[in-house]
Structures are given as structure tokens and as C-alpha cells.
């Protein structure tokens, strides 16, 4: 199949499957919990530490056990609240704008959810107990500047805490303060690698600036990959390596999707790249599977890494893109493992790979 080909089977990719939004609205959910139990959390803290061996100054006077029962209220709410503000900046606004404008909007958030914070608060409190107070006494109340500090620092830290996970991939940080990464363990996993095709090309045509910005429009539209479940491994240059747990990658053939939902993602905006870069980007890609081991490594800057063959296989395949003329290769031990109605397999042959002392088969892929 030529290049051009792939491009037009990969936009008829665009219509999505329902898996794939299932699992989008899935991740969505996940955030949305974790911000509902991390404020929980955090209020029931904020409760220990006022409640216990300490005297409110302020006119409103919260046992302890009434503050945490406020605490499971309120936590889910804000949870829910602060969580899908997440998405929105996550969607909307992570990779269109400076860092400065977007702390800027991220300051101006975390004001505007103190005050709704504070209307919430005031609503549970009058609806659980009951107070003649006022909205505005209640807002500043004694001691309220403590609390409202308290919840922009959290504010900060969660969404700290969520830009350092989605460095270093999806539910990552907390397997890594666990210590699961300390010693070398195995899994079985599926690897692509995707690769800008005449990169050195595009690199002399458009000069390294403006060659970085079209790799970043790129990269960022590889973000819908998300959908097909794909974990980003890591960035080297003009290439991106994409990764799955065995399971996840053929469930829904979510390791063959990615691939024409990233070229359908690049097919939908050619006009885009054709009027600011003057070309329509390419990848190719290969993948495989395997075992290999997984580990934290670094002593100053830390990083889950994977080591073993089944990773230099797949490397090694996507180079034979060219020579065949084709955007997608996997293995053969791949492909024993697929069973899809919706690709067709054909069989390259088994061929030498550089550093390898076996041939391996190869199949290139297409869309029924």
C-alpha cells in the first residue's frame, strides 16, 4: 500500500469506535475519582489538624467529627469540580499556550475555586446544621484566610502532582513511590516505534525552528492515541516510542488502531501542516512483542525504563519501512497473536535485521 493510500485509509479510521471512547471517557472518570479522593483527603487532614487539641477562633464552631462529616461532603464535589477542570486545561489549553499564560489562567482558576469553595461550603453548612450567618461573615469568618491558603496550596500540589504523572505516563508515579521500578522485573509488552519519514529532508527545508515546531504540532496530535490505550514511552528526536501491556494492546486491536488514528489525526489537519509547513507529515512504524524488563533508573534524574530484545526488534522493523515501501510492519510473533476481522496481514517474508543473528517475519498491515 503506498503512502498516499495509507493516508486516505487512515481518515476513514477517523470515525471512532465505541471502545475507543469508552476508554476516553474511562481516564476521564479515573481523574475525576482521584481529585474526589485526594480533596476528601485533604479536608479530613485539614479536619485532624484543627479538630484535635484545638479552639476555632471564628464565630462558626466545628466539632470534629462534624468537620469530617463536611470533609466527605465536600471532597467529592470539589473533587469532581477541580477534576474536570483538569481535562479542560489538559484538552484545551496544555499545548497551546506559553507557560506563563498558562499559570496565569491556572491562578485565576484556583481564585475562582476558592469562592466557588466557599458558596459550596456555606450551602452544606447551613443545609447540615444551620447558622442566622451571613454568606459574606461566613467568607470572612476569623481564621478563613488560613483555610482558604491551605486550599490553593493543595489546588497547587494536585495539579503538581498531575503534570509529573503524565511525565512520566499514565499512573506511573504512584507505582513509582511504591517502589515497583526499585528492581528490574519482567512483563509482557507491545512495542512502536513511529518515525518522521524523510525527516533530514524536512529538517534542510524548513530550518531546525521551525522543523521543532512541526514535530511538536506532530507529538501533540499523537495524543489521540490515548484512546487506543497507548502509554508514550519515551521521545528521541523525530521519533516516538509507543507501548502497551500484552492485554491491553490487543484488546480492541488498540496497538494497530493507534497507528491509523495517529495518521487519520495528521490526515484531518493536512491543510494545517500543508499552509505553515508546506508538507503533509508521515510516520512509519513497526511493532512487536515480548517479554522485557521494566525498571526505575538514574540517580539524579529518574525514568522507567525497559530493556530487551523484543524492544530492538521493533526498532529494527520500522527501519524496514522504506525498503518496503509500506507505513505499518509488525512481527510475526505479533501477529500470532492478533485475531481481527478489520486488517489484512501480508507476509514480507522472513528477512535479516541488522545486530540480529535470526531472520524474522515480517507481515505488512492494511485496513480490510
Not at 487532614?45 to 470534629?64: D, P
Not at 507505513?327 to 514480507?348: H, M
Amino acid at each position: 500500500m503506498s503512502y498516499l493510500a495509507i493516508l486516505k485509509v487512515s481518515n476513514s479510521k477517523l470515525k471512532q469506535s465505541g471502545p475507543s471512547v469508552k476508554f476516553k471517557n474511562k481516564r476521564k472518570w479515573r481523574i475525576i475519582r482521584d481529585y474526589g479522593i485526594g480533596w476528601t483527603l485533604s479536608f479530613v487532614f485539614l479536619s485532624i489538624v484543627r479538630g484535635v487539641g484545638t479552639t476555632e477562633n471564628g464565630s462558626l464552631q466545628f466539632g470534629f467529627w462534624s468537620s469530617i462529616f463536611i470533609s466527605f461532603s465536600l471532597g467529592p464535589i470539589l473533587g469532581a469540580i477541580s477534576g474536570y477542570a483538569e481535562i479542560l486545561m489538559e484538552e484545551r489549553f496544555y499545548k497551546r499556550i506559553s507557560i506563563l499564560k498558562f499559570l496565569t489562567i491556572r491562578f485565576g482558576y484556583s481564585l475562582l475555586f476558592v469562592v466557588v469553595l466557599t458558596l459550596i461550603a456555606y450551602g452544606v453548612y447551613q443545609l447540615y446544621f444551620g447558622t442566622e450567618i451571613g454568606l459574606i461573615d461566613f467568607a470572612f469568618d476569623k481564621g478563613s484566610g488560613a483555610i482558604y491558603f491551605y486550599v490553593l496550596c493543595v489546588d497547587a500540589v494536585m495539579s503538581s502532582l498531575s503534570q509529573i504523572n503524565l511525565m512520566l505516563g499514565e499512573n506511573n508515579l504512584l507505582k513509582l513511590l511504591m517502589g515497583e521500578f526499585y528492581t528490574p522485573r519482567e512483563e509482557e509488552r507491545i512495542f512502536m516505534f513511529l518515525d518522521l519519514r524523510s525527516s533530514t529532508q524536512l529538517a534542510e527545508q524548513l530550518g531546525h525552528i521551525r522543523y521543532s515546531q512541526l514535530i511538536q504540532d506532530c507529538f501533540n496530535d499523537l495524543g489521540v492515541v490515548v484512546e487506543n490505550e497507548a502509554e508514550i514511552y519515551q521521545y528521541v528526536g523525530d521519533e516516538v516510542i509507543l507501548t502497551w501491556k500484552t492485554k491491553d494492546g490487543l484488546r480492541n486491536d488498540n496497538c494497530l488502531n493507534a497507528y491509523f488514528n495517529f495518521m487519520g489525526q495528521l490526515n484531518r489537519r493536512a491543510n494545517y501542516y500543508k499552509n505553515r509547513y508546506n508538507c503533509t507529515p508521515f510516520f512509519k512504524a513497526g511493532i512487536n512483542a515480548g517479554l522485557v524488563t521494566v525498571t526505575e533508573v538514574g540517580r539524579y534524574k529518574k525514568e522507567i525504563a525497559y530493556h530487551g530484545d523484543p524492544i530492538n526488534t521493533a526498532a529494527r522493523i520500522q527501519s524496514k519501512c522504506n525498503e518496503f515501501k509500506r507505513g505499518l510492519l509488525i512481527s510475526e510473533n505479533l501477529k500470532a497473536l492478533l485475531d481481527t476481522p478489520d486488517f489484512t496481514f501480508e507476509k514480507l517474508g522472513a528477512i535479516p535485521l541488522r545486530g540480529k543473528s535470526h531472520e524474522v517475519g515480517i507481515f505488512a498491515v492494511e485496513v480490510r
